[in-house]
C-alpha cells in the first residue's frame, strides 16, 4: 500500500533541485552558474514546466535568490559555522561555509547526491577549498539513521541544520517525521534549524497575486506540472496559514523566532529582471514575509 507514511518515492521530487539551480544561475550566488551549467539546468527546467519557464523567468530567480540568502542570513544570526543542509539538491552553500572555515555536510537522496557530489567537489578542487570539510552524503530526511550517520561527520562540533525547498512536498506526517529526526539531532548539540519552508506558501500566494488574477493563472500551469511529475500534491501539503504552521512545530517541541525574509542587507542581484513597475511590491513582499529558526525546546 503507497501511504503517505509508506511512500518511497521520493527521487521523483529530485529533478526539482535542477530547477532551482536554474533559477539560482541568474544570481550572484558564487558558484551557482557553473552548477547549473554542468546539470544542464535549464534542460530539465524547460521538459519539467515547459512554456512557465518563461512567464515565472522574471519573477523565479528573485525569488530563489532571496530564499538562498535569507537562509544563510539566518545562519549567520545563529552564530553558528557548522552546517547540516537537508535535501541540498545541486546547493552551492558548501562552498561559501567552507571558504569561511566551516564544515559543511549537504545530505540528498542517493542519486541527487551523487550527482551534487561530484559537481561540488570538482568546484571546491578547483577554487582551493578545502574538501576535507565539505561533504555531500547520502540521507533522506525520514530515516533516523542516515541522518545520525550523516550528522556524526561533525564530531560532536556544534552544528545548525538548514533546508530550503522540500517541505513543501512532504505531507504532515512526512513533515512530523522529519522533524522529529532533526529534533534529536540539534538537541545533543544545542543547535537551530533555519528554514522558511513551512511558511513559504504566504509568499508564494502574496507574488502570484502581485500581477493580479494574471499572475495566479501564469504560476497555476508550472505548479500542476510539478504536482503532476513528482505526484506530491504541494497545495494539499501546505499549512492554511503562519499561525498552524506554527503550531504543528510548537507542538512538536520547537521554539520559533523569525525574522524578515529581506531587510535590505544582502544584495539582490536579480531584481532587475522584474518590469520596474513590480520592483517595490516585490520588496515589500519579501520584506514582510519571515525566515524562521526553529530551536527544540529540552
Ligand atoms: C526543490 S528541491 C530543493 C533542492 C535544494 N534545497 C535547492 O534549494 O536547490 C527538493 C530536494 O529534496 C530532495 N528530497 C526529496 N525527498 C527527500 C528525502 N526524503 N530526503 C532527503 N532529500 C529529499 C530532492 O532530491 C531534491 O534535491
Same mark, same amino acid.
Given at each position: 500500500m503507497n501511504t503517505a507514511t509508506t511512500r518511497n518515492d521520493h527521487n521523483r521530487i529530485s529533478p526539482t533541485a535542477k530547477i532551482t539551480a536554474y533559477w539560482r544561475s541568474f544570481s550572484s550566488i558564487p558558484y551557482s552558474k557553473e552548477i547549473a551549467e554542468a546539470v544542464a539546468a535549464e534542460e530539465t527546467a524547460r521538459k519539467l514546466i515547459g512554456d512557465s519557464? @518563461?512567464? $515565472?523567468?522574471?519573477? &523565479? #530567480? #528573485?525569488m530563489f535568490e532571496a530564499r538562498y540568502k535569507t537562509i544563510n542570513a539566518g545562519l549567520?544570526?545563529?552564530?553558528?559555522?557548522?552546517?547540516?543542509?537537508?535535501?541540498?539538491?545541486?546547493?552551492? $552553500?558548501?562552498?561559501?561555509?567552507v571558504s569561511k572555515g566551516g564544515t559543511y555536510i549537504g545530505t540528498d537522496l542517493p542519486e541527487m547526491s551523487a550527482e551534487s557530489s561530484r559537481i561540488i567537489m570538482e568546484i571546491a578542487v578547483r577554487e582551493n577549498i578545502p574538501v576535507n570539510n565539505l561533504? @555531500?552524503?547520502?540521507?533522506? @530526511?525520514?530515516? #533516523?539513521?542516515?541522518?545520525?550517520?550523516? =550528522? =556524526?561527520i561533525f564530531g560532536g562540533m556544534k552544528f545548525a541544520i538548514c533546508n530550503e525547498g522540500l517541505l513543501p512536498y512532504l505531507s504532515k506526517d512526512e513533515k512530523a517525521r522529519m522533524a522529529g529526526?532533526? $529534533? &534529536?539531532?540539534?538537541? $545533543?548539540? *544545542?543547535?537551530?534549524?533555519?528554514?522558511? *519552508?513551512p511558511v513559504f506558501k504566504v509568499l508564494r500566494e502574496a507574488i502570484a497575486t502581485m500581477f493580479g488574477e494574471k499572475g495566479r493563472e501564469a504560476i497555476r500551469? =508550472?505548479?500542476n506540472k510539478i504536482i503532476d511529475q513528482t505526484g506530491r500534491d504541494i497545495l494539499a501539503?501546505?499549512?492554511? *496559514?503562519?499561525?498552524?504552521a506554527a503550531k504543528f512545530y510548537q507542538d512538536l517541541g520547537f521554539e520559533i523566532e523569525e525574522f524578515p525574509m529581506y531587510d535590505g542587507s544582502y544584495e539582490? &542581484?536579480?531584481i532587475s529582471m522584474i518590469p520596474e513597475s513590480g520592483r517595490r511590491k516585490f520588496l515589500d513582499i519579501i520584506s514582510n514575509a519571515k525566515t524562521w529558526i526553529m530551536t527544540p525546546k529540552p
Open positions: 519557464i @518563461v512567464t $515565472r523567468g522574471t519573477i &523565479s #530567480p #528573485p549567520e544570526l545563529t552564530g553558528i559555522e557548522n552546517v547540516m543542509e537537508l535535501a541540498c539538491g545541486l546547493s552551492p $552553500r558548501g562552498l561559501e561555509i561533504h @555531500v552524503q547520502p540521507a533522506n @530526511v525520514l530515516n #533516523p539513521e542516515e541522518m545520525e550517520n550523516a =550528522a =556524526a529526526n532533526v $529534533r &534529536s539531532l540539534l538537541l $545533543r548539540v *544545542d543547535g537551530s534549524w533555519i528554514t522558511m *519552508d500551469p =508550472a505548479l501539503n501546505d499549512f492554511e *496559514d503562519k499561525s498552524q539582490l &542581484s536579480t
